[in-house]
């Protein structure tokens, strides 16, 4: 998507609309917790025929909210992924539609390296040219056996097939 179009919609007079994102057979809601949440999975804004996608920080959590992997690094990642994927696919998106992410780290030290080539991995294999702008920072998460967290933004103009 041009710039230019992006631009269009937001000035034009197309009525904003948001909702929320989820894919449950996944990630469960973070509502849904033994010690519930209050944040959605992501939002979704539709502005004429441009939607943004902005999901909220996801980590490697199980369809029952458990935590998956714990102590494994690159297994966190992979699942991380995973689930941002299926949030993707729930609303007609792909990694191709992702123009940004922010990646957490419990330890960025330790980890950035393997963080690194499972996420380099993961872009080839996904085909990404260009890849998604990224910001990579060292946080205390929000469950003390989470290693990573990501968020991302995708935006993409809508066909009647999304």
């Known amino acids: 998507m041009r710039m230019e179009e992006l631009l269009a919609a937001c000035n034009s007079n197309a009525a904003l609309v948001k909702k929320a994102i989820s ?3 996944v990630l469960n809601e973070a509502y849904n917790y033994p010690r ?43 699942r991380t992924f995973a689930n941002i994927t299926a949030l993707l696919e729930a609303e007609g998106a792909t990694w191709k539609d992702v123009v940004r992410t ?23 294999a996904q085909g990404l040219d260009p890849l998604p702008a990224s ?9 003390p056996d989470l290693l990573v967290e990501i968020e991302a933004i995708a935006v993409f103009q809508r066909t009647s097939a999304r």
């Open 36 to 78: 519930p949440s209050s944040f959605s999975r992501g939002i979704r804004l539709d502005l004429g025929n441009i939607t943004v996608l902005l999901i909220s920080g996801t980590a490697s959590i199980g369809p029952n909210g458990e935590t998956l992997h714990p102590g494994d690094f690159r297994a966190q990642t992979r």
């Open 102 to 124: 922010t990646c957490y780290l419990r330890d960025i030290d330790r980890d950035y390296a393997a963080f690194n080539e499972e996420r380099t991995a993961f872009y080839k």
């Open 135 to 143: 910001t990579g920072i060292q946080a205390h998460l929000c469950r």
């Open 23 to 25: 894919n449950p057979a």
